[in-house]
């Protein structure tokens, strides 16, 4: 039922140290980088280190430290960009339908300016 890792996928290889990213944020099991096309003046990513291809993947499949690591280290993104306590949007697509484009975990945290009604 699920959808293979791949291993070839441009965060695999960030992770893996093989592509440049600027980094905002690293903790024993996540990490935030800016996206490189920003769509908002904060537009970071926040990812897994571990090897799952989407939200659904990391909900039933991660460890409880795994979870616990990646929410806190959004929420510290946040803060550390400025996004809390300015107001800031949290966004993960889920699946080719909802928009995923890359098939390794990211949560859109956008901020920096006000954001208007969703999915307009
Ligand atoms: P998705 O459409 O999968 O939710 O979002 C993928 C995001 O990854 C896009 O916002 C895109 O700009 C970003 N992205 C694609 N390739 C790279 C890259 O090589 N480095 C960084 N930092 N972001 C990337």
Do not use: C
Not at 14 to 26: H, N, Q
Not at 48 to 58: R, T
Not at 87 to 99: C, D, H, P, V
């Amino acid at each position: 039922h699920h959808q293979p890792y791949d291993d070839s996928n441009i965060f695999a290889r960030i992770l893996r140290g093989e592509l440049p990213a600027t980094k905002v944020l690293e903790t024993e099991h996540s990490l935030a980088l800016h996206d490189i096309n920003p769509l908002a003046p904060v537009h970071v990513l926040v990812i897994p280190k571990g090897a799952y291809v989407s939200w659904d993947d990391f909900a039933a499949n991660a460890s409880e430290a795994e979870i616990a690591d990646f929410v806190r280290a959004i929420g510290e993104t946040a803060r550390k960009v400025g996004a809390e306590p300015q107001g800031y949007r949290m966004l993960a697509n889920t699946g080719k339908r909802a928009g995923q484009e890359v098939p390794h975990l990211h949560v859109h945290l956008f901020g920096g300016q006000p954001l208007g009604p969703m999915l307009a």
